[in-house]
């Protein structure tokens, strides 16, 4: 079992960043890989970015050249940051971590993240 928990969501005007993070715990040393979804009203969960086991990333859409995800490895918790700069309001979602694994995806719980116009 892996448990996240996400933190950094806010209000931000346009043209502004925020920094979202998520730790996870539990069986860490199984996760495969982790990223970012984001949902927003109305509209289907879509993928944002991810960072595999290689440290290797991906970025989907409209997260490309404006948003970067990272990893810092402690000895029980894995920290996945996503530095997102350049916001505007079509960012605004509830933006969700999720981790790969040897057992089912694991998800957390979700952030709000609002940009203002």
């Known amino acids: 079992q892996v448990q996240l928990v996400e933190s950094g969501g806010g209000l931000v005007q346009a043209g502004g960043s925020l920094r979202l993070s998520c730790v996870a715990s539990?069986?860490?040393?199984?996760?495969?890989?982790m990223g970012w979804y984001r949902q927003a009203p109305g509209k289907q969960r879509e993928s944002v970015a991810f960072?595999?086991?290689?440290?290797?990333?991906?970025?989907v859409g409209p997260a490309k050249g404006r948003f970067t995800i990272s990893r810092d490895k402690g000895k029980n918790t894995v920290t996945v940051a996503l530095q997102m700069n350049s916001l505007n309001p079509d960012d605004t979602a509830v933006y969700f971590c999720v981790a790969g694994h040897n057992g089912p995806v694991s998800w957390g719980q979700g952030t709000q993240v609002t940009v203002s116009s």
């Open positions: 960072i595999f086991s290689d440290s290797s990333t991906n970025y």
């Open positions: 539990g069986n860490i040393f199984s996760i495969n890989y």
